[in-house]
């Protein structure tokens, strides 16, 4: 079918989405998540100006010649601007070919290889208590994987601690916020907060921690193994990947399992984290990592080495992007986990989803291609604000990672 048409949305039902709308000559349509966290325009703005243009004419069936189109062609290879952008048209365009052969996108890449997705919440609080107490709303809640944040005595803000309790979101209007960050108060504390949330439920849930980006490899290391006692599913972005060898060291001192990635845009970031199984889990999502055919070739390269996906899920990423999330993960043979931080109501009624959580699952029923949607309308009552993710500097005024 030849594409017809195609337009960005942008619309900001409490934050940021930037949605790809792809129409066909026969009046189908397929929809694709381009959100990139505090840059979003930069993506709408290479979609709309460098994308679109080359996509009109384009037979709509042949996703695998436009990805390659769009990712050589460019001759500037990958990048998040890039790899998001063409993650979006991969994404309306799988939509597309799974309304044409009425069918969920989860069939056409081989049908189902389990009855739901195993998601993990976002247990936390401002300290150990309010952290504990919020594990026991998730385990109230059906999860049975969780993670959990928490407030360090000592610092005033730590990554993942919400102000509500069940919508963390870290992006806010205006300039960004600078937060201290001191690693060794962190150390010291977040061991303690393991042994009290196992002492409190014990150990029948899978426990998640994410240190995100925030030691080096040596007090990753360290933590990983004051964590081993606690049995955690995974220690997740302990350590900048940039330099995929940072993650040998953490290995060799630790059993305490790794996952990271999901700030890599393409195969290259992880490629010899999983060759050399320094990680357990590779996190790269659908919208940051080139799409399904992408992820796709991810997946697969990983399980040669038995390495399970772990896909990001946090609230920028868009319920396009979830809904082709959890089509993958139903069919991946070495899923692991997905991460699910829920929208907020203003959110899921922009975009209407065949997807719901069921103790501890993402469901999904059959219906043609992503089962996701966007109501315009709505949309159009949302417009763009600028907001930024905020940063870190340490005690002495250096920048560090958030
Ligand atoms: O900070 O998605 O695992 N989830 C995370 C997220 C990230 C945001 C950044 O845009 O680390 O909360
Ligand atoms: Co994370």
New binding site residues.
Partial sequence: MKIERAYTIVTCPGRNFVTLKIVTGDGAYGVGDATL??RELAVKAYLDEHVIPCLIGRDSRTIEDIWQYLYRGAYWRRGPVTMAAIAAVDMALWDIKGKHAGMPVYQLLGGRSRHGVMVYG?ANGRDHGEAVEAVGRYIDMGYKAI?VQSGVPGLDKA??VAKGDLY?E??AKGLPDEEIWDTSLYLRHTPELFRKVRDAYGYDHHLLH?G?HRMTPIEAARLGKDLEPYRLFWL??ATPAENQEAFRLIRQHTTTPLAVG??FNSIWDCKDLIREQLIDYI?AAVVHAGGITHLRRIADFASVYQVRTGC??????SPVCMAAAVNFGLWVPNFGIQ?Y?RHTPETDAVFPHNYWFEAGFMMMDEVPGLGVDIDERLAAKYPYERAY?PVARLRDGSMWN?
Wanted: hydrophobic letters at 25%; zero cysteines; a negative charge.
């Fill in positions: 966290n505090g976002h993670r990554y993942g963390y870290p992006a994410d995100h997740e972005d999901e700030i996190r990001h899920g946090a609230t920028d990423l991460e931080m993710l958030w």
